[in-house]
């Protein structure tokens, strides 16, 4: 089982950034992959980026160019650095983690809203 705590959400205005961070505590030794998830209000909730332990990164290509993810595996957390973000970018932002047995869990997300 493995807990995560997200923070660093808020309002910011378009074109702005914002960092994530999500603190991960737990069995870490069976994560694979931490990663970021996003759902806009009436969406589904949709990947944004993931990272694994020897830090392979995948994005969304919506983001690609705007979003960094990064990983401190001393301190078992996983940031998301968010620039130039566009109103569309509005969502709760959820962190997650996948195991070697295919469970993923789930942070209890952070709302980040663009304004325009």
């Not at 807990?3 to 959400?9: K, T, V």
């Not at 870490?28 to 998830?37: D, F, N, P, Q, T």
């Not at 759902?39 to 990164?57: F, N, S, W």
């Not at 998301?80 to 566009?86: F, G, I, R, T, V």
Request: hydrophobic letters at 35%; a positive charge; aromatic letters at 8%.
């Amino acid at each position: 089982q493995v807990q995560l705590l997200e923070s660093g959400g808020g309002l910011v205005q378009a074109g702005g950034s914002l960092r994530l961070s999500c603190a991960a505590s737990g069995r870490m030794a069976s994560i694979v992959a931490l990663g970021w998830y996003r759902q806009a209000a009436g969406k589904q909730r949709e990947l944004v980026a993931t990272i694994t332990p020897v830090g392979r990164m995948n994005y969304a290509d919506s983001v690609k160019g705007r979003f960094t993810i990064s990983r401190d595996n001393a301190k078992n957390t996983v940031y998301l650095q968010m620039n130039s973000l566009k109103p569309e970018d509005t969502a709760v932002y959820y962190c997650n983690a996948f195991n070697n047995i295919g469970f993923s869990s789930w942070g209890q997300g952070t709302q980040v809203t663009v304004s325009s």
